[in-house]
């Protein structure tokens, strides 16, 4: 073997993609012209699937100081009357605990002292709601990636599902409790944090007290406010009217990148 080949073999090993596989597979089909199709095509997926991994992994704008908005806008839920978040309110939310659970190898439940231990993001992100407006904020929060490795995901797990303490519409049977889920890419990103402070204050109960979502490469309405509990599930199927959301079950996208 050559250097040149080896390195090429190497280098190929090193991609260590699906999309590597496919190349190399086609290596042996070029010689036919259907061949070269299905070569060109493969790559072309390749290139447009891995573009689309990256760009999801890209951050969110950052701003500075000077960019917060001094009136951020609260809304949707902006000061819940669910008697359960009452009494948590009333006591100044020190008995409030995060649940993770689900298809997790540890299931938790986390103090707001336990979060405010954990892996941290400050970040100056710009929130954009599709009813057309927009607001800078300053959050910060423990990361949800390292929150979820302490929970130990387990395989099967696919989306991230977010229970909220405040019911936006009254409903019969329940689903007008707000809840929001995202997948995994999302979930680890790392500008993905649950909030507990916005512009270096406790979060205000109109911004979701005492824990939100911040999913800064999403629009608004997937920031889930009032976090009470994390599932990971497969399939969110089951949940409120079986579209991922809220909103999404009122007709709005469940992919909501921005
Ligand atoms: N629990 C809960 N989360 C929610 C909502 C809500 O009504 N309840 N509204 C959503 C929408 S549409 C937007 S734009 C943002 C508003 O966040 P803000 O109140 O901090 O501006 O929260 C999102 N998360
Ligand atoms: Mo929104």
New binding site residues.
Partial sequence: MTFSTHRRGWLRAGLASAGALVLAACDRITNSSRGVAVLQSAEGLTRRAQRLVIDRKALAREFTPADISGD???????DPQDPDYLALKAKAFADYRLVVDGLVERPLSLSLADLRGMPARTQITR?D?VEGWS?IGKWTGARLGPLLDRAGLKPTARYIVFH?G?T?EQTLDGSGQ?YESIDLIDAYHPQTILAYAMNDQPLPV???APL?LRVERQL??K????VMRIEAVDDYRHLGRGNGGF?EDRGYEWYAGI
């Fill in positions: 951020f806008r609260p809304n949707g839920s902006i929130h709601c607001s909220c405040d936006l707000y109109a911004h979701g939100r608004g309405y920031h889930a406010k009032y909103w």
